[in-house]
């Protein structure tokens, strides 16, 4: 089991830069595919990145690609999301997930195949 916990968000203005944060619990944080997901309020949470266990293969939504990138740090059991040239249109609350992974090359896109969430971090971003 892991627990993740986010942190980094807040206001930006648009065009500027925010990184994320999740700190995940655990001995077995690099046996996990990770993700991050954002939801408006009224619509579905929707997939943003996704990177396997080693941080060698990534997955972006065709909205933030070339804008955002995943990373992670098995050592420090961490995972960060690098947000550039944000647009009022990322504004949303952002959760970290963990997917187990089977396969090394495992990237996870559907929130189906994410068993833990952390509780949100907010990201506001102003025209």
């Known amino acids: 089991q892991v627990q993740l916990v986010e942190s980094g968000g807040g206001l930006a203005p648009a065009g500027d830069s925010l990184r994320l944060f999740c700190a995940a619990s655990g001995r077995t944080f690099s046996s996990y595919a990770m993700g991050w997901f954002r939801q408006v309020p009224g619509k579905e949470r929707e997939f943003v990145a996704g990177i396997n266990r080693s941080g060698g293969y990534r997955n972006y939504a065709d909205s933030v690609k070339g804008r955002f990138t995943i990373s992670r740090d098995n050592a420090k059991n961490t995972v960060v999301l690098q947000m550039d040239n944000l647009k009022p249109e990322d504004t949303a609350i952002y959760y970290c997930?963990?997917?187990?992974?089977?396969?090394?090359?495992?990237?996870?896109?559907?929130?189906?195949?994410?068993?833990?969430w952390g509780q949100g971090t907010q990201v506001v971003v102003s025209s």
């Open positions: 997930a963990a997917a187990s992974a089977v396969s090394r090359t495992q990237v996870n896109t559907r929130e189906s195949e994410y068993a833990y």
